[in-house]
C-alpha cells in the first residue's frame, strides 16, 4: 500500500465508480487492519467479505470444505475453513521452522502441508479459532505469513541449496532484502498476530500515516522533574515532524537526530531544523547516537555496525559485528556485506542481521558498550582489537546501553518491561544490576536515569507513553504522560 500523503489522499478521495472496490476498502482499512482482530475475537465461523480481503495480506484465504456440501441441509451455513501460506524467501527454511509447520499441520490444519512452487508453505482446513495461534507460532519460529497472498508480490525466489559461497550468500541476502522492500509498510500484522492484542483505532483529524512508516516525531515536553507535578501538568508544547527519527544527542549548536540515513540537526525549541547534516554510505536505519571523547557513537543496526564519527562526516572507528564473530542471522543464513557499497536507501529485514545492535556508548576508559537485540545482551569492545566480551546476558531485546558514570549504566531490557542500573568496573567484570525497575509495560523502549534530578526517565513504546519516577529504586511516581497512540516512541531526551 502506498504510505506517503500524496497517494493517501489520492486512495482516500476515490470517487464514486474510481478505483476497484478491493482499493475502496484498503483505503479504508486504516493500514490493513480493518476490523480483523475484533472479528477475530467474536464467535462466528467466518469473516465478513471486506475482511476476507484484507486478511489475504497477512497470507490468509477464506475458502469452504467443498466435500462437505452435499451433507449441507438447505440453509445451513457453509463449512467455512480457512487457508494459511508462510512466504520464505529465497525458499530457506531450517529443520526447526519445517517441523513447526508440520505440528501445526495436524494441531489446527487437516494433516497436511504443502509446499509450493513459489517456495512457500500452505496449511489447509484450519477453522476460525486456529488462525491467531497458528500465525503466531510461525513467527515465533522466526518465519511469516505478511503478503504471501492477494494482489502484492508473494514472495522472491532464490536457489534453497546451502552453499557455503560468497556468492550464494549475497543472492540469498538479496532475496531477503527485495522482500522486504516489497512488503506492506504496516504494524497491522504484528499487532494482530505477534502481539496478539485487539488493535484500538483512534483516526485523529489530518493524520495520514501508519506509525512505523509515516510519522516518527519527536516532542518537545514541558516538564521540569524536580516539581514532581501531577501528570496533567506536563504537556507537548511542540512537536516536530520527521521521518522514522530514533536516537537523539547533544551538540554544540542544538541536538543531533538521526533517521534512517541520514543525521538531522535541530535548536532545543524545534524552530530550526537543518536536515542531512551528517551522512555516509554506511549509515542504515540509523538508531541510538551518544557523544564520545573524540565525536559521536551511532549504531548502524541496518549493518550491524557501529560507527565513530566527526560532525564533518570522518569515520574515526568502526566495528563491524561480522567480522567478530556474529555471521549468522537468526534464521541461520551466514551474512555476507559489501562495504564499499552505499547503504543509505536500501532496506534490511530485522532478520536479515546478525545483531541488530541498536545502541552504543563509550566508556570513562575509551571501551564500547553496545546492545545486541538478537543475542539479548550488553558487550564491551576493546577498541584497539575489535574483541569483545559479554557484561550483561539473558536480557529480552534490548535498547537503550547509557552511561551514568565512570562505574555504572543503565540499560532497558525492553521485553521484560525493566530498566536496569548495572555496576561495572574493571576489564573482565560482569555486570552487577543494582537497581531493576518494573515499567509496566511488555517493550521498553529507552530508560534512563537522570543523577541531576534523581529520576528515571522511562519510555513505554507499547502504549505511547512518558513515565516518570523518583529515586535510584524508582519507587515512587513522579508523572505520566500519555501520548498520541499514533507516534511510535523511541527515544527522550533531556535538554
Same mark, same amino acid.
Given at each position: ?18 478505483? $476497484? ?15 480483523? @482482530?475484533?472479528? +477475530? ?5 467466518? +469473516? ?8 489475504? *495480506? ?11 456440501? #452435499? ?7 457453509? @463449512? ?24 501445526? @499441520? ?14 512457500? *508453505? ?12 497458528? !500465525? ?7 518465519? $511469516?505469513?505478511? /503478503? ?7 514472495? =522472491? ?9 560468497? &556468492? ?32 484500538? !483505532?483512534?483516526? #485523529? ?40 527519527? /530514533? ?11 538521526? $533517521? ?5 540537526? &535541530? ?5 530550526? !531544523? ?23 557513537? &551511532? ?26 564473530? *556474529? ?18 536507501? &536500501? ?20 571501551? =564500547? ?9 550488553? !558487550? ?10 559479554? =557484561? ?23 521485553? #521484560? ?79
Amino acid at each position: 500500500m502506498p504510505n506517503n500523503e500524496e497517494s493517501t489522499n489520492t486512495l482516500l478521495n476515490l470517487g464514486p465508480g474510481e478505483g $476497484s472496490k478491493i482499493e475502496h476498502i484498503k483505503a479504508e482499512s486504516h493500514h490493513l487492519r480493518g476490523q480483523i @482482530a475484533q472479528e +477475530l475475537a467474536q464467535e462466528s465461523t467466518h +469473516l465478513s467479505d471486506s475482511q476476507v480481503q484484507l486478511v489475504k *495480506f497477512h497470507g490468509i484465504y477464506q475458502q469452504e470444505n467443498r466435500d462437505a456440501r #452435499h451433507t449441507r441441509a438447505t440453509g445451513e451455513e457453509k @463449512a467455512y475453513q480457512f487457508m494459511i501460506r508462510t512466504r520464505i524467501p529465497g525458499g530457506e527454511v531450517t529443520a526447526e521452522q519445517y517441523l513447526t509447520h508440520d505440528d501445526l @499441520a495436524g494441531r489446527y490444519a487437516n494433516g497436511t502441508l504443502r509446499i509450493t512452487t513459489r517456495q512457500g *508453505f500452505q496449511l489447509h482446513g484450519i477453522l476460525k479459532g486456529g488462525l491467531y495461534p497458528a !500465525i503466531h507460532t510461525i513467527n515465533e519460529a522466526l518465519l $511469516s505469513t505478511l /503478503a504471501a497472498c492477494g494482489d502484492v508480490n508473494r514472495n =522472491v525466489m532464490a536457489c534453497p541449496v546451502p552453499f557455503a559461497g560468497h &556468492v550464494h550468500a549475497q543472492v540469498e541476502e538479496t532475496a531477503h532484502r527485495i522482500a522486504m522492500h516489497l512488503a506492506p509498510r504496516s504494524r497491522a500484522y504484528h499487532e494482530i498476530w505477534v502481539d496478539g492484542e485487539q488493535v484500538k !483505532i483512534d483516526k #485523529h483529524p489530518g493524520g495520514t500515516g501508519d506509525p512505523d512508516v509515516s510519522r516518527g516525531e519527536r516532542s518537545a515536553v514541558d516538564s521540569d522533574l524536580s516539581r514532581g507535578e501531577r501528570s496533567e501538568g506536563y504537556k507537548v508544547v511542540k512537536n516536530l515532524e520527521l521521518k522514522m527519527a /530514533a536516537g537523539m544527542a547533544d551538540t554544540d549548536k542544538g541536538v543531533f537526530i538521526t $533517521s534512517f540515513g541520514s543525521i538531522h540537526e &535541530v535548536d532545543a525549541d524545534l524552530k530550526t !531544523i537543518k536536515r542531512d547534516v551528517v551522512s555516509s554510505p554506511l549509515f542504515n536505519a540509523l538508531h541510538s547516537i551518544s557523544r564520545t571523547q573524540r565525536g559521536y557513537l &551511532v549504531a548502524s543496526t541496518g549493518l550491524d555496525l557501529i560507527l565513530e564519527f566527526k560532525r564533518d562526516g570522518e569515520v574515526l572507528w568502526s566495528w563491524w559485528a561480522t567480522d567478530h564473530g *556474529f555471521e549468522e542471522t537468526p534464521t541461520g543464513r551466514r551474512r555476507v556485506l559489501d562495504k564499499s557499497a552505499d547503504h543509505r536507501v &536500501v532496506q534490511y529485514g530485522t532478520l536479515s542481521q546478525t545483531t541488530h545492535v541498536n545502541s552504543a556508548a563509550e566508556l570513562p576508559d575509551g571501551r =564500547v558498550l553496545a546492545s545486541l537485540f538478537h543475542q539479548g545482551s550488553v !558487550i564491551v569492545i576493546d577498541r584497539e582489537t575489535g574483541k569483545w566480551q559479554p =557484561v550483561l546476558e539473558g536480557l529480552d531485546h534490548p535498547h537503550a546501553v547509557r552511561i551514568l558514570d565512570r562505574t555504572h549504566f543503565t540499560v532497558a531490557d525492553t521485553v #521484560h518491561g525493566r530498566a536496569l542500573l548495572v555496576h561495572i568496573n574493571g576489564t573482565g567484570e560482569r555486570g552487577q544490576v543494582e537497581e531493576e525497575i518494573d515499567a509496566g509495560t511488555s517493550w521498553l523502549q529507552d530508560c534512563r536515569y537522570d543523577d541531576e534530578h534523581e529520576s528515571w526517565i522511562l519510555v513505554d513504546g507499547k502504549n505511547s507513553r512518558l513515565v516518570l519516577r523518583r529515586g535510584r529504586s524508582g519507587d515512587k511516581a513522579i508523572a505520566q504522560l500519555d501520548l498520541d497512540p499514533e507516534w511510535r516512541l523511541y527515544e527522550a531526551h533531556l535538554l
